[in-house]
């Protein structure tokens, strides 16, 4: 296990819920959260529980949806996935997102002068 | 677009709620539950995976709760238990919750009472009348008046055009706007009813059913050909006629002819005019016979229709003035001597005559104002007092607010507490309400044909409701935010005093407020009081005390000249023979009644075209007039009785007619030619001037002459109180005539509540006003001042153990109140000097910036503040600075 792990950036977590609906469909909060850390490898420090709380704003602004269906091993499960409004809301959110990581990568590319 | 389904996501979880939650928890337990499987599968005990499981989860239990406040904006079992919990704050301070709730429930009531008139007079479709937003007011408009003689009802020619040509009207329906008092014989015995003549379509036209017999036709109602029959009204049905079930077929004598009844209208139902109520209606086309006027359906200058006419499918308001514009034209092209400039006007149908709501509004529209402004000091007080309470709970909001209450959930708490205080003043305000308006009915006067059916229905009862409610979020709504805007370390660890310098400013500005809206009521009253005070001391040129009048018409049962001569003869040497009566006359009408005739006066000789001649009020009288009335006669003397019986050419005039027409000469003996006379009248006596129309009148020429009509106004002059000669009259009269009655029976000094109606009504309503204002913001002063002294008692302990005396104690206080109140009576001054203008037309004998009411007002207001001041600064003097201190 690696000792210091990263905090996840506030309101990062939306976006990358969203993205994992996104690219692979319908999923549970356990399959999202598993997600997350598999791609992560294990270097976010996730509170699943803000998973949870993250699911409910998108549900709250309309990007996902939610319904009732059989997990893997049958048992009653609710499954998230994205809406066309959350397709859209993910467009921008990338675009931004990729603007900021631009501007920060520049910036530590910085060398120092003089 | 993203608020929408936002809103829905609420509401459905909303309705949802337990259900959600459960299944919400159930999704969280899951989660744990594999969470926990995965770490036993890598070895962990079961206990140590649960563990582990929780560690990564984080607060579960957080999250549920986000989760749940998300969900519940105003989750009615939350809304249940902060009711309770502020009932039972309420009930902690009885004081000053029913200090609150009486200042507010005086607010509303007010507010509330004046809506009833307006709802009454303005709002309330006529009941029983089926689709009522369909009809709208026909009128006739003269393009050369202005305001109320603008517009004009119909005459029944003009009418007929417009009901046979107007195609924008599916039907139009007329009636005579003032109901008559007509006289019913009933068998033998005279009595005085209303009479409301009516189309042969009225109640076809206006939807209205007649449960018991028939509607009229237009059969019913051909000019050529009149039929005495009437209609109904129910409550007169059933009052006078014992709800005679078959009274159907049946007649009634009715000012000397006999009308058949051929229905029962509806119960509720009473014409279109909220301030009439007839009791039966009859065809137009009797209004001759019965009122004895022929030539009245033929003439186009007797304006006496109101009609109302029922929209065409496809036709609005703009179209049918148009084409009502058109047809008047053509009536103009064709009676140009009647009607030339007369165009249409259209109205929205509604209790009242259109071009008289202007007035009513305009009237209404002032109290409303301000009634709100006394329940804005209300609420200010209320506010004020919910501050105070709501910075001495800052413990509790402390406290809360540490234990994880957010501060939507406070504010929503103390809104609530708020808004259950208002609904407590509301239900109070409606009582209020009802007995204020039946208090202010009684200052109608009697001799106004008018009953209000003013009861509380759903509409009052609604605004009543939205204005409690707003008022309760508007006063609880401030301290609310404040209160709870807290760090609630700072207040816990520093034992904070209560109410800190930012709550302390903005008592200060709600204070400020307070008093200038104060100023500004009581100057208000006060101008309108001092008004109703001189209009009550004016001369109107009579005596007031000792004369009984009563109205008379023998011309109503049809009798001739000679018939009508004797009877008024018997009457007269009966009620003198009483050793009670003084002196008895008759005159046309009373000075200051809302009938008035004019002519023009001009010398004989004069070469002055017609138009330029003097306009003077008219007078019929018979002889003893002004003996009866109190006019002091200056110059020549009163008509002998013979001068009466042969209708001679002879006038009485008054001293300001005299001074305009014969300037510095002796008037007697001169002649002037009235009207269209030929002849000239002479002058044989000068009387002092009174008034004749209003009150507040500049002295009008007027003068006296004979030839009375028929319908006289009776005057007795009595030796003691005059109440007992309405007895007389009516008595005597039944004695000398079975079939006739005495109306309007009264005193002069009853009578006079006519023309200080407008007076009265004003100086009561803004008086009251004022002293409400006064009474709210001196507790208001009050209690901030007694609520900051009691605050600051360690700090004028620790400034008295440092050497201050009392005195300066004392300066200290009160300077806080009275710097509030002087800038408050600034400000307050400065606006009612504005807005006094508003209510100059409603003033007698004052101007509306009249220098000694701004005094008086200062001064009294000034001297209100300083008790208010005192009282809490007395007791900051006697505080002991030892015990102050040592309660640190």
Avoid at chain 1, 55 to 74: D, F, P, V
Avoid at chain 2, 446 to 467: G, K, S, W, Y
Avoid at chain 2, 853 to 869: D, R, Y
Wanted: aromatic share 6%; proline share 5%; hydrophobic share 45%.
């Amino acid at each position: 296990m690696v000792d210091r792990k990263s905090e996840v950036l506030q309101g990062t977590l939306d976006l990358m819920v969203l993205k994992t609906l996104y690219a692979l469909g319908p999923l549970h909060g356990f399959g999202i959260a598993r997600r997350i850390e598999q791609l992560s490898e294990d270097v976010l420090q996730l509170n699943e529980g803000t998973v949870y709380t993250s699911l409910l704003r998108l549900q709250q602004q309309g990007w996902i949806k939610s319904a009732w269906g059989a997990s893997e091993n049958n048992r009653k499960a609710r499954f998230y996935s994205i809406t066309r409004q959350g397709l859209k809301q993910l467009e921008r959110e990338e675009e931004n997102w990729e603007r900021f990581a631009g501007i920060v990568d520049r910036v530590l590319r910085l060398e120092r002068q003089g | 677009m993203r608020r929408l389904p936002t809103a829905i996501a609420r509401l459905k979880a909303l309705l949802a709620e337990r259900r959600a939650n459960r299944e919400f928890d159930a999704e969280l337990q899951e989660h744990l539950r594999l969470l926990a499987q995965r770490f036993e599968q890598r070895g962990m005990s079961r206990t140590e995976a649960a563990d582990a499981a929780r560690r990564q989860f984080g607060n579960a239990a957080l999250v549920q709760q986000r989760q749940r406040e998300a969900r519940t904006f105003l989750a009615p079992g939350e809304l249940w238990r902060d009711a309770r919990f502020g009932a039972r704050m309420l009930c902690k301070h009885p004081g000053s919750t029913a200090a609150v709730v009486i200042a507010l429930a005086l607010g509303i009531g007010m507010n509330a009472c004046v809506f009833t008139f307006v709802n009454t007079l303005l709002l309330r479709p006529p009941a029983k009348v089926k689709s009522p937003g369909e009809l709208r007011e026909l009128w006739e408009r003269s393009a050369h008046a202005s305001g109320l003689g603008q517009h004009l009802p119909l005459s029944y020619p003009d009418y007929v055009y417009f009901r046979d040509h107007a195609r924008s009207f599916s039907g139009l329906l007329a009636f005579d706007g003032d109901s008559e008092a007509v006289l019913w014989n009933r068998s033998g015995q005279g009595d005085v009813v209303r009479a409301e003549f009516v189309s042969g379509n009225f109640f076809t036209v206006a939807g209205v059913d007649i449960p018991l017999g028939r509607a009229f036709t237009p059969q019913d109602d051909q000019p050529g050909n009149p039929q005495p029959l009437v209609i109904l009204n129910n409550a007169f049905w059933r009052a006078r006629l014992a709800a005679d079930p078959a009274i159907v077929g049946k007649t009634m004598m009715l000012n000397g002819t006999n009308f058949t009844v051929v229905g029962v209208a509806p119960p509720g139902f009473a014409g279109f005019v909220a301030a009439e109520v007839p009791d039966f209606w009859t065809p137009l086309s009797m209004a001759e016979r019965v009122l004895h006027d022929p030539g009245r359906m033929s003439s186009r200058s007797s304006y006496w229709l109101l009609s109302e006419g029922r929209l065409a499918p496809g036709a609005n308001t703009r179209s049918a003035l148009a084409e009502a514009n058109v047809l008047a034209r053509e009536i103009e092209t064709a009676h140009p001597d009647t009607n030339k400039d007369l165009g249409a006007a259209i109205f929205s149908s509604g209790p009242l005559p259109g071009p008289a709501r202007t007035y009513v509004v305009a009237f209404t529209g002032l109290v409303m104002i301000v009634f709100s402004l006394v329940l804005v000091i209300a609420c200010a007080n209320a506010a004020g007092l919910t501050m105070v309470k709501a910075s001495g709970r800052a413990r509790e909001m402390a406290i809360r607010s540490a234990l994880g209450a957010g501060r939507g959930r406070l504010v929503r708490q103390l809104t609530v507490e708020s808004v259950l205080l208002a609904l407590l003043a509301g239900v109070a305000a409606i009582a209020i309400a009802a007995g204020a308006s039946r208090a202010l009915l009684k200052l109608v006067p009697a001799n106004l044909p008018i009953t209000i059916d003013l009861h509380l229905d759903l509409r009052v009862l609604l605004f009543t409701f939205a204005v409690t409610l707003l008022t309760g979020i508007a006063f609880g709504a401030l301290p609310a935010l404040r209160g709870t805007r807290i760090d609630p370390a700072h207040v816990l660890k520093e034992e904070l005093q209560a109410g800190g310098y930012r709550g302390s400013r903005l008592r200060a500005v709600l204070m400020t407020g307070q008093v200038a809206v104060c100023t500004l009521l009581l100057f208000g009253a006060a101008l309108c009081v001092h008004s109703l005070l001189n209009a009550n001391s004016i001369n109107p040129g009579f005596e007031i005390h000792n004369i009984a009048t009563a109205e008379l018409d023998p011309g109503s049962l049809g009798y001739s000249d000679e018939k009508v001569n004797a009877f008024y003869r018997d009457l007269t040497a009966r009620l003198r023979s009483h050793p009670g009566i003084a002196s008895v006359s008759f005159v046309n009408h009373l000075p200051l009644d809302a009938s008035r005739e004019e002519t023009g006066a001009i010398l004989p000789g004069s070469t002055l075209p017609e138009d330029l001649a003097l306009h003077v009020d008219v007078f019929r009288v018979a002889p003893e007039y002004f003996e009866t009335m109190g006019i002091p006669m200056l110059r020549g003397r009163d008509f002998t009785q013979a001068e009466f019986d042969r209708n001679a050419d002879l006038i009485v005039i008054n001293d300001t007619m005299a001074a305009k027409l014969w300037p510095g000469r002796d008037p007697i003996g001169q002649r002037v030619r009235l009207g269209h006379a030929k002849a000239a009248s002479e002058v044989i006596g000068v009387v002092r001037t009174g008034k004749y129309r209003t009150l507040g009148e500049q002295p009008v020429p007027a003068l006296y002459r004979l030839t009375m009509p028929a319908q006289r106004v009776i005057v007795v002059r009595t030796l003691a109180q005059p109440g007992a000669a309405l007895d007389w009259i009516r008595h005597e009269t039944q004695a000398v005539d079975r079939n006739m009655a005495a109306t309007q029976l009264q005193t002069v000094a009853d009578f006079m509540s006519f023309p200080l109606f407008p007076a009265r009504t004003t100086g009561l309503l803004l008086g009251a006003a004022g002293i409400l204002a006064l009474i709210l913001t001196w507790i208001g002063l009050f209690g901030v001042i007694s609520y900051a002294v009691s605050q600051r008692t360690r700090e004028i302990g620790v400034r008295m153990a440092l050497g201050a005396r009392r005195a300066d104690v004392l300066r200290l206080v009160m300077r806080q109140g009275l710097v509030v109140t002087a800038i408050g009576l600034g400000l307050g001054i400065a606006a009612a000097l504005a807005a006094s203008r508003l209510i100059s037309s409603l003033l007698y004998g004052i101007r509306p910036d009249d220098p000694a009411t701004v005094a008086s007002v200062s001064i009294g207001l000034v001297a209100a503040a300083l008790l208010a001041c005192y009282l809490p600064a007395r007791r900051a003097m006697r505080v002991d600075p030892m015990a102050a201190l040592r309660y640190e």
